[in-house]
């Protein structure tokens, strides 16, 4: 796990589209935190999560179901946090990432061709703002605290580095180093609304994301899921949804809730929610 460079050549093999690999399992989850335009190119920010990567046997970076401090710590400080995409007509044309090893470096790369160069980075610190955050929000450790720009955490103290320092220095990079001036290419990235569309689009009868009709008038007969589990047909036609979200590229569990319930028009009940939530994390075949 030491050696960063190698490994984010296994991003390459992704369809930015989504977060699948070829075979329909996640390679390093990630969220998209923001979208912004500028004159000729769009920046995303998004970032690689704790959860759902270290604890989840089918993301390339799984160590643990029940990972230690010790094990949330080294993932946490040393492999990447936020990553930025630069967009023109919703084609990435340079990748961006802070990278810790051998040294703190802007490491930037192609989508396309898998060209990367390396830039200094003058940014100090321990841990990015995002991971202090989300140590804190799944209380992994129940002594752990952010006091001003310093994370206490597993009995030791690390440095933030704040998101909007990072922010700072990707943009001043972009400018110096010209990387909006790259050529569009055949790869699209589908932004939220696109998404959200295209789900509401093939939810409709007999699109790609219509696990219901086929059912229909047969709802609450009994299904086996698997040895010693089992559940109704609009059980697993609800986690197919949103299993089928995930694949889509939409970005959280919650977007996928959102999406549901416009949709439907109304709030969504305690069953849909749940197994949605299955499904969009894949927890059935975990």
Not at 217 to 224: F, T
């Amino acid at each position: 796990m030491n050696k960063i460079y190698p490994f984010l050549m296994i991003l390459l093999s992704l369809n930015l589209f989504s977060q699948t690999d070829k075979n329909g399992n996640p390679v390093f989850n990630s969220v998209t935190l923001a979208e912004e335009k500028f004159d000729d190119y769009q920046l995303n920010t998004n970032y690689y999560t704790i959860d759902n990567n270290i604890n989840n046997e089918n993301s390339s970076v799984f160590i643990n179901q029940n990972p230690t401090l010790e094990q949330i710590e080294t993932f946490a400080t040393r492999l990447p946090s936020d990553f930025f995409l630069i967009l023109k007509d919703n084609s990435p044309i340079n990748m961006i990432m802070i990278v810790e090893n051998p040294e703190k470096k802007f490491f930037v790369i192609n989508p396309a061709n898998g060209i990367n160069k390396t830039f200094d980075c003058s940014i100090k610190g321990d841990i990015t703002e995002n991971r202090a955050k989300e140590i804190i929000a799944k209380k992994y450790d129940s002594k752990a605290k952010i006091n001003g720009n310093k994370l206490f955490f597993n009995n030791k103290e690390f440095t933030i580095i704040s998101s909007n320092e990072i922010k700072s220095g990707i943009t001043k990079l972009i400018t110096d180093e010209k990387l909006n001036e790259g050529k569009a290419t055949d790869l699209k990235i589908a932004d939220k609304a696109i998404l959200r569309n295209t789900v509401i689009k093939e939810s409709k009868v007999g699109g790609k994301l219509d696990f219901f009709t086929e059912i229909k008038g047969h709802e609450m007969d009994a299904i086996q899921v698997k040895k010693g589990l089992f559940s109704t047909k609009q059980g697993i036609a609800l986690y197919k949804w949103g299993r089928a979200n995930f694949e889509i590229g939409v970005n959280t569990a919650a977007d996928a809730l959102e999406i549901w319930s416009d949709i439907k028009g109304r709030k969504a009940s305690q069953k849909e929610i749940d197994y949605i939530k299955m499904g969009f994390n894949k927890e059935l075949e975990k």
